[in-house]
């Protein structure tokens, strides 16, 4: 079933930008637009299947509070009457977190994460939880790409994802430890923003080193307004100096320069996509804008070689620091044949092998921090092309194994590297979705949003 027969890049759906000022004028309230988040529930759930489970009920006594606060002209925060989905692997109070697995069915914490705690106060709408993969790894759920059914969300945020690109909600919260936020996202033609690692308090991790709390949106002041309210209340995560910059956007930056970041994806990019983004560049050009390649800079040159084998880096790290609770899980005899690979996989490597990649890791990063100070921002992709067929399987370039939700060619790096990435519905390709990204330094997440603010709104869109 395809429910958008053309989508037309940088159309986020439901938007709540500007919203909060039509609500204090009395044009619109909170729970009129929660009305209209619930209709395209209601319309498109029973072929998007987004969500583990809702709280319509509830939401709407919220909603009506937001209502009474606008009307008195005293709302809580920009978000204030905000409808969120939040990934299941994020706890909530009155929701099971069931992190996409069988051994969690009935798993009620009775508590909220840091993230969820921060927005219920800031007034957001909690609507429910969505659909995430099996612990955030590679066994997909139920969740199909909102523009055609055929194809996949994306993961390990597919729900989130979803959610988002079809209208259901203008935000939903997601995290990535390889391509989680930003190749859904950019699967669904949302906005994302993958922040500083532990820029935004996750309250509770999965136990890994890289795990990054992210934002999905239907546009830039939507992603950035939840991001920044997170922040604001709850900080970054514990040891982490927490996201910078002012709670609203300042003037649109136009860049200078950006380097043009091949990373392990574009030599997997079919012609169609190069032909695409490569079309984007020459805009960009056309515009002023100096594009820096590897060809051009040793510095550049250097950090795309340490760069370049960043998928399995990342799998050894995350596979190595999940071994101890996945055996666990394993014993259980409800763990998928997917996620057992991983834990064979990763018995296999010894702690010398674990110190080794945290020190390749770290000499990414010092490249990184060499190159940053060149150019304005890194742009590249979201992911090698637009959403693949629902079973499609991605060469991961490890034999045990295939990515079945896309493939993180264009994500791992930024993972690996902590620094922040957001992802704008830029482009389409055969009438979906393709993304691009902008990558800058770490703590410079404020700064890359008014970047990215420029190339949404200053930058023609693409299809093709």
Not at 255 to 262: A, C, D, Q, T
Request: net charge negative.
């Amino acid at each position: 079933m395809n429910l958008s027969p053309q989508y037309t890049p940088g159309s986020g759906l439901n938007s709540f930008a500007g919203k909060p000022d039509q609500f204090l004028r009395g044009e619109d309230t909170p729970s009129n637009f929660l009305d209209r988040c619930i209709n395209s529930i209601n319309t498109q759930e029973p072929e998007v299947k987004a969500w583990v489970t809702t709280r319509l009920d509830a939401v709407r006594a919220e909603a009506e509070a937001a209502d009474r606060r606008y009307a008195s002209g005293t709302p809580l925060s920009p978000v204030d009457g905000m409808p969120v989905a939040i990934k299941d692997l994020i706890q909530t109070r009155d929701m099971p977190t069931k992190f996409g697995s069988p051994i969690f069915d009935n798993n009620e914490t009775k508590f909220d994460s840091a993230s969820v705690d921060a927005l219920r106060r800031a007034g957001a709408l909690i609507v429910g939880k969505s659909v995430t993969t099996e612990f955030g790894f590679v066994k997909p759920g139920p969740t199909r790409n909102p523009f055609d059914t055929t194809k996949t969300p994306g993961g390990s945020s597919s729900g989130s994802s979803a959610a988002v690109g079809a209208g259901m909600v203008p935000a939903a919260l997601g995290n990535q430890v390889v391509g989680s936020i930003i190749r859904p996202a950019a699967f669904c033609g949302n906005y994302a923003i993958k922040p500083t690692l532990g820029a935004l308090h996750m309250g509770e991790g999965l136990g890994l080193s890289q795990l990054h709390l992210g934002v999905h949106a239907a546009s830039i002041h939507d992603m950035w307004s939840v991001a920044s309210e997170i922040a604001g209340r709850a900080g970054g995560d514990p040891g982490f100096p927490g996201l910078y910059g002012p709670k609203t956007l300042g003037p649109k930056a136009q860049p200078k320069r950006l380097n043009f970041l091949e990373t392990e994806g574009w030599e997997k990019c079919d012609d169609t996509t190069r032909t695409a983004f490569t079309r984007y560049l020459e805009q960009l050009r056309d515009m002023g804008v100096d594009i820096v390649t590897r060809n051009d800079s040793k510095l550049a040159n250097n950090f795309e070689e340490k760069i370049s084998d960043a998928v399995r880096l990342c799998r050894e790290i995350c596979s190595f620091e999940l071994r101890w609770v996945l055996r666990q899980y394993r014993e259980t005899g409800k763990l998928s044949d997917e996620l057992t690979i991983w834990v064979e996989m990763a018995e296999k490597l010894t702690l010398e092998d674990y110190r080794m990649a945290l020190a390749t890791r770290a000499h990414m990063r010092q490249a990184l921090a060499e190159v940053a100070p060149t150019t304005d921002a890194f742009i590249t992709l979201a992911s090698v092309g637009p959403a693949p067929n629902i079973d499609f399987h991605a060469d991961s370039g490890e034999a045990e194994y295939a990515f079945l939700t896309g493939d993180p060619a264009f994500n791992a790096a930024t993972s690996a590297l902590g620094a922040p990435a957001i992802t704008l519905p830029k482009i389409a390709v055969n009438g979906m979705p393709l993304g691009v990204q902008v990558i800058g330094a770490p703590h410079n997440d404020w700064e890359l949003t008014n970047l990215a603010n420029w190339l949404d709104t200053e930058v023609a869109s693409l299809s093709i």
